[in-house]
């Protein structure tokens, strides 16, 4: 009888939705573009059961707020649903001192997915994400051992596909020595841009630099100052 029991037990756990691998965490970003710092944005994840709130306060700071203050609030909505995690919300909304700029994304009553600003409604496919909870999407998938993944990015005009590769295994200059970290990247073949990520282990596959190359040349990064309030300093090439 006991081992019928215990039969019964393993047949039932592949049914049972397991609870996301990505663990709350806070983490704030310095931002620069072309080298010059713009300001910062804090990044904060929010867990409970298979509901994951991801939000992101970014702000002009510095110089850069001389000349233009800007304050973007983005919010997604994560569902865990078969071991992995899908899109439900987005919200991003802009102020600055001239214009203040909503827009959303969610899922309608017919199962699909509502963009605000296009007024479109796009069927829900796999790996369908916003351009910010895709970020966990990606530790989520990372920490499952995936090395190169399919994403459809809903971005501000369109839908946008993302094939993000393993590059190498790389360790960026830190204070403590240097940060482990995998590359991995996504290269548009037509327009050359670029988006690439330097994920570590042992913080969840986090993102702690993120850099994105237009085909024009202009870059935009994200370099990691506090993990869970703690301060680090990951110094940049020119350091």
């Known amino acids: 009888m006991r081992n019928i029991f215990i039969a019964t037990i393993f047949l039932l756990l592949p049914s049972i939705t397991s609870a996301s691998s990505v663990k709350d965490f ?3 970003y310095a931002v620069y573009k072309n080298g ?5 944005t804090k990044r904060t994840l929010t867990t409970k059961n ?3 709130n991801y939000t992101a306060v970014t702000e002009t700071a510095g110089i850069a707020a001389w000349f233009f203050d800007v304050t973007i609030f983005e919010k997604s909505k994560l569902i865990l649903k078969n071991d992995s995690l899908n899109i439900y919300s987005y919200k991003y909304d802009e102020k600055n001192k001239d214009k203040h700029t909503i827009h959303e994304l969610h899922i309608d009553d017919n199962k699909q997915l509502y963009h605000s600003y296009t007024k479109q409604h796009y069927p829900i496919t796999k790996n369908l994400h916003d351009g910010l909870g895709f970020n966990i999407a990606m530790m ?3 920490k499952k051992g995936l090395r190169d993944i399919k994403y459809t990015i809903a971005e501000k005009e369109k839908l946008k596909d993302y094939h993000i590769k393993f590059v ?5 200059p ?3 020595g240097g940060l482990k970290t995998i590359k991995i990247e996504h290269t548009n073949p037509k327009t050359k841009d670029r988006f ?10 986090l993102p ?7 085909d024009n040349g202009d870059e935009v990064l994200l370099n990691l100052t506090h993990y869970n309030n703690k301060e680090v300093y990951l110094y940049l090439d020119d350091d």
């Open 196 to 205: 690439t990520f330097w994920c570590v282990e042992s913080m969840g596959f």
């Open 208 to 214: 702690v630099r993120i850099q994105n190359v237009k």
């Open 168 to 172: 190498k295994e790389e360790t960026l």
């Open 26 to 28: 806070s983490a704030s």
């Open 174 to 176: 830190a204070d403590n």
């Open 140 to 142: 989520h998938d990372l």
């Open 50 to 52: 298979n509901i994951l």
């Open 36 to 40: 010059f710092f713009l300001g910062n």
